[in-house]
């Protein structure tokens, strides 16, 4: 496991204490009786380069962390220091970030018990191997250059790296911290900072990588076997659970606390955690109630653990004997297209370290590779993967990174690779599209268009036309429905076939009331067409029938794909209507955007939902992302900023408030979690107003209880419980409890209808939820008088934008703060407004890289960049070669050692022995002849592209001396500008 924190620099002095203080047993000190934990030690290419090596000491780590070469004093770049926004908000300086490895329980169980120094080794070699791939491909930074950002290599990292072995409870818990500095240096000479993205956003591939070259390493060097691999982990099988139970008190301590901790974060960062940050919540969380560690000496903390197993019967004899290796075959590896499929399940471009996360966290150890021959097969493997792939990057003549090989004015986190089956599907709708725009539009001549704005009437012609394909775009409140409700009545009126579909049942059934279309969900359509024997009556459309895609948006790549194959194949006419700029696809999604780009779409732009005219200009703004748009909420008062408490209590109110004078209410949250303690916190407001009756509520689904009165909503499509009107139950309707029947069954009135259903007690315990608040994508749709969206530094532009347009008479906003501040809901409310997580095509991707390209300035070539890129090129010709040189290699040694064995043997044996082996020995050393004369031969063919890359790589090495002895020069000289100094008392070290 891998967990990143950052290092502030108003922390470095009590950082470097921490990690190498004299109290820690570190400090250089050498411990041969074991009692101490073991010094840090320093390591990366910039330590070297600044002169750190050895064990780490506190003034030198401190140093660093400062900003300051270690040996001189002299400042390194930029000094550190902290800044505000125009609004007050303390942005602190970042002096460096601890990436801390730690080992799986089963293995610090397993060296705790046995002081086997091999398992030492193997955790060390699997850090090392995640070190060198992080300073290869994660060690860039940010250099501006005439207005514009470049992303150059940096140097090489300068990190300290702490070997612990205890838990905070003394457990055996075996971690290192790698403490490493954000200063680098690049190519250039100069100090500037590390670009974390890479550390930041990949540690989950990181750790993947850790835990796969510690497997391979222990199960290479003993034979161990391991359990099934579940998000990048698992544990050693011989290891018995009740010794992992004993020695896991810290991990049930966390375990038992964790609902506490997460809501110690939710109310600090006022948002649940997003997945990057999974793997981290639980350290930081964690590190806020952590107890200090006991400083029990190793030996004494070891001797204390024997005792512990020695009471469940375990000797560290016991448990050698235990890990003898098994005889056990290599488990099956993912193909290329397995971890394809993993990857193209929820995005359409990618970068290298998402492949080689994917290949580390799914591929089980091979017993014959060691640690360091696995982490190159994995980054081999990695290169496989990558050689079936599109770079989306365009052609560059330009400066490239030697790391990834892209051009320095690319962000190197940003994903650029994707994959032939991706393009495929999104050229194929392109092209369809492109195709159905090519005839002039061919809009309807009888369309009644009373009623309706110009935009809408020239929308509603063309949906009720004969185009093959229509786009339409509005945004909230533009009168979509009413649209295409007109353009559905003038092709009844023409005879001609129309229907509808949504990606939800939900939004299918308001499609259906308010438009009078048939219409069903698109997986329902898609399922009906995919049955052997052809689809149902109600889904079998005949050629000719229009087709209305609602909230086109939303739908995936994947099933927009098979849409456009059966209106292909089945003549029918598209109409897809939407609004790229609300909720997009969970997966792989973003081509109804890409397909109004390329297009002629038509755009609704008069906003007729709202009561107030400002409301209506300012919800256009923000959906364009404007910040000037917050101004208008600002000054009519429609934002609140508080605790979480605080403005979940206050929603409550509202709520009850709302309901009394017989207004519709949205209440919007991001997350599940929040949308749970706001229906928690409704129900408990109207129960303490005596509104709802708890003695008479009835347990539902998660965990949740609801009895008469209470609003619900459904969880579950079910076409078996029909209401009153005949219509199935739909995922994410809304209804009221009226009774609750003898047998647990609950009679449902519909929240913003007539319709009633009464659903077993089954269904609704496991499929009924409180219906008071949910996330935007259970509220896209919907219009109500009055909305109310909780907004945290984790909401989405378009999330904000769903739950800021739901009201016609008025839409609050409640900024989650550490203070009721409107200056820090301000900060929070410009931050959501750049806050985009939705996929984006590939396609789009492609030109927005060759956008950026063409912008990039194109400075004169740097010889040392020419230099690397000759012997990149020379290795390249080379490689089939050596690849045969390598063979041959191998034969030769082969039949040498055959030749030996027999050698040995005719020494060893009798004269009849000698008289068999007469004719196997005259045949092995022919062999051995036959196999040095292919090598030779090899080895000749090799020679000029050996030659080649030998005289480019000295080129090269050439160039990057010069370059060395110019900054050596420049050290030089700065020192003997500046004294030399060290850090002294007034910094408290007390020297």
Known sequence: MLRVRTIYASTAASAARYYAGPDRGYAGYVDPEGTQEAPGRWVGRQAADLGLTGPVAAVDLEALLSGRDPTTGTTLGAPFVDRFTKHGTLIQAVAGYDATFSAPKSVSVWWGLTGDQGVLDAHDSAVAAVLGHLERYGCTTRVRVDGTRSFPDANGLAMATFQQSTSREDDPQLHTHAVMSSKVQAPNGRWYALDAHYLKHHQHALGNLYQSVLRAELTHRYGVTWGPIVNGQTEITQIPDDLLDQFSKRTRQVDDLRTMLLGAFREREGRDPTRREAAAIERDAALDSRPNKSGLPIDQARARWLDEAAQLGWTPDRLTTQLVPRATLDQPTPTVDDILDTITAHRSTWRRADILGAIAATTPPQARFDGATWARALEHATDQVLD?????????????????????????????LSHNRVLAQEERILTWAIAAHDPAPSPSATTDTTGLDPLQADTARAAAGHDPLVLVVGPAGTGKTTTLGTAGADLAYQHRPVFGVAPTAKAARVLEAETGIPADTIAKLLHEWDRPDGPGTAHHLPAGTTLIVDEASMVGTNTLDRLVGLAQSQHWRLVLVGDPRQLQAVGRGGMFDELCRTGRPHHLQHVHRFTNRWEADATLALRAGHPSALDAYFDHHRVRAGDTDALVARIAEAWAGDHKHDRTIAVTAETNAHVDALNTAIQAHRRSLGHLDPDHAVAIGGGETAGPGDHVVTRRNDRTLRTTRGEPVRNREHWRIDTVEPDGSLALSQARGHDRVTVPADYARQHLRLGYAATAHGHQGDTVDRSYTLITPGTSHRALYVGAT???????????????????????????????????????????????????????????????????????????????????????????????????????????????????????????????????????????????????????????????????????DALQHQPRSRPGPELGLGL
């Open 806 to 972: 739901r009201g016609r008479q008025s839409n609050r906003l409640l900024v989650v703060t550490d203070e009721p501040d409107l200056d820090a809901a301000r900060d929070t409310l410009e931050h959501v407004l750049t806050n985009d997580r939705a996929d984006i095509p590939a396609v789009a991707r492609r030109r927005e890289l060759a956008e950026h390209a063409l912008a990039a300035p194109q400075p004169a070539a740097d010889p040392v960049d020419d230099a690397e890129r000759a012997v990149r090129r020379a290795m390249a010709a080379s490689r089939p070669f050596e690849t045969e040189v390598a063979e041959r290699r191998a034969n030769l040694d082969a039949a040498r050692s055959e030749l030996r064995t027999l050698e040995t043997r005719h020494r060893d044996t009798g004269p009849i022995g000698k008289h068999r082996l007469r004719t196997p020995l005259a045949t092995a050393a022919d062999s051995v002849a036959q196999a040095q004369d292919a090598y030779d031969l090899a080895v000749e063919a090799a020679a000029p592209t050996r030659n080649a890359q030998l005289d480019a790589t000295r080129q090269r090495d050439k160039l990057l001396d010069a370059q060395a002895t110019q900054r050596v020069i420049e050290r030089l």
């Open 388 to 416: 079936t792939h599109v770079d989306l990057d365009p052609a560059t003549t330009g400066a490239v990174r030697a790391s990834d090989g892209r051009s320095i004015w690319f962000d190197p986190d940003l994903p650029h």
